[in-house]
């Protein structure tokens, strides 16, 4: 009864006030400085360390490759590092475990080669193995958790449990023991707001893996911890993709956007680049936001969710502003009109202009009015579809939507599915944080 009474307040228009309030709050540029301003003056007050924890996950794929450049990042920086075990993400956060689980796997042997790391496993290691994994690193100290861990993580995804039981004559803990500091872990973890492993967290901010610790680093350059005169990531894909591409070869990339996401609105700015500078036939196919798919999310992930696409969309160039959620009313509205538009040409664009209204501008995109005015500025004839609107086809095409969304293991917004011209071999990859991986796709494909 609970969660339905969470899921049917979601969903509430009547909320919209407090939504919107607590996602810009989340989302502002001024607060989060001046939070971090607070959290330094509150370090040194206390004459605390530069401390940095690192949250480990040792059958978590991420984890595996951000194990590798643990020793690198430490040593680049005037930092304490403290390495923390953790187990089992947070069932709350984790919507679709059997296609996150599939998909992680996936993504990582995608990304490992641009890291130049190896990652060929496609399934989980054994509850064995990943408990001696966990013994192991129980028992490391700090200072050679990076060296060791590589070691185990290598050992642990190729199913080498002679490498694991050499390890354990010289590092070990009971399993009992390993348990407890797991416990621990996932308790700190969860004190620091966050719910997966392969994440740092440093005063009041969170970074997960590869894809995010150069924000960490970038924070740490500006406070001077930096060895180095200049600032340089530690690491990052080694891309070989164009800025433009002419080929003739034609591809189809079909993009799955919903209208409450902000890490939908952040990556329109560059799904319309990418249709402007490479051979795609850009398919747009929206799918209702997760608070409307009768799906909770915990506020502390809402946080970090909304923190991180902000601080996404600033270095993107396409900033969150002014944010009005359109949960509810506001998006089946918008929604009913979608497929007229489409079939008239325009779907992209309409959904472009919705999530800048709602991130940017503060927009209530459920007014007729508002409406009316988007319409027209694409150049299309208001009197014909507004007789669309509140009409029920766009329900049927979005489940559909969802469901092909499904069939590639992804779950999220934005998905995206690259194919070739004649729509096979089908590339899925979820997020905006994997667009590079697509044009990287197309290159390829093109040679």
């Given at each position: 009864m609970l969660k339905w009474f969470r899921n049917f307040m979601n969903?509430?228009?009547?909320?919209?006030?407090?939504?919107?309030?607590?996602?810009n709050h989340f989302a502002s540029y001024e607060i989060f400085k001046e939070n971090r301003k607070k959290s330094e003056e509150a370090r040194s007050s206390q004459n605390r360390p530069h401390e940095i924890l690192y949250f480990h996950k040792v059958d978590d794929p991420y984890s595996h490759l951000t194990i590798q450049f643990i020793d690198r990042f430490r040593s680049s920086y005037n930092i304490q590092f403290k390495p923390i075990l953790v187990g089992e993400e947070n069932p709350e956060t984790v919507h679709e475990p059997s296609l996150y689980n599939i998909y992680c796997l996936e993504d990582v042997r995608r990304i490992a080669p641009y890291y130049d790391v190896s990652f060929s496993a496609h399934s989980y290691p054994s509850k064995d193995l990943t408990t001696k994994a966990n013994r192991i690193l129980s028992a490391v100290k700090e200072a050679n958790f990076g060296e060791v861990g590589k070691e185990v993580s290598t050992a642990l995804w190729s199913a080498d449990e002679g490498c694991?039981?050499?390890?354990?004559?010289?590092?070990?803990?009971?399993?009992?023991?390993?348990?407890k500091k797991i416990r621990d872990g996932n308790s700190i973890r969860d004190e620091k707001d966050y719910y997966f492993g392969s994440a740092f967290y440093y005063e009041n901010e969170l970074y997960w893996g590869v894809d995010r610790l150069h924000y960490l680093e970038r924070r740490l350059s500006?406070?001077?911890l930096?060895?180095?005169?200049?600032?340089?990531?530690?690491c990052k894909p080694r891309l070989v993709a164009p800025s433009t591409l002419s080929s003739s070869k034609q591809f189809n990339l079909t993009y799955y956007p919903s209208l409450n996401s902000p890490y939908t609105f952040v990556s329109t700015k560059r799904v319309r680049q990418l249709?402007?500078?490479?051979?795609i036939n850009l398919i747009t196919k929206p799918?209702?936001?997760?608070?409307?798919?009768?799906?909770?999310?915990?506020?502390?992930?809402?946080k970090y969710i909304i923190s991180d696409a902000a601080r996404e969309g600033r270095t993107h160039q396409h900033e969150i502003k002014k944010i009005y959620s359109p949960i509810g009313k506001p998006a089946r509205k918008a929604y009913s009109l979608f497929p007229i538009i489409d079939e008239m040409g325009k779907g992209f664009e309409y959904i472009e202009a919705l999530l800048i209204a709602?991130?940017?501008d503060e927009i209530n995109i459920g007014n007729d009015t508002y409406l009316e005015d988007l319409v027209s500025s694409l150049g299309l004839d208001w009197s014909e579809v507004k007789k669309y609107l509140n009409s029920n086809q766009w329900k049927k095409d979005l489940n559909h939507n969802l469901q092909e969304m499904y069939a590639g293991n992804c779950w999220g917004v934005p998905s995206f599915k690259l194919t070739d011209d004649d729509g096979g071999n089908p590339f899925y990859v979820w997020g905006q944080d994997r667009m590079w991986l697509i044009q990287e796709e197309v290159a390829k494909r093109s040679s």
């Open positions: 969903r509430r228009t009547a909320t919209a006030k407090v939504r919107n309030a607590v996602m694991l039981d050499e390890l354990l004559k010289e590092y070990s803990v009971s399993e009992k023991d390993a348990q500006e406070l001077k930096g060895r180095a005169n200049e600032f340089t990531p530690t249709k402007e500078n490479y051979p799918v209702l936001p997760m608070l409307m798919r009768m799906m909770t999310i915990p506020t502390f992930k809402a709602s991130f940017q």
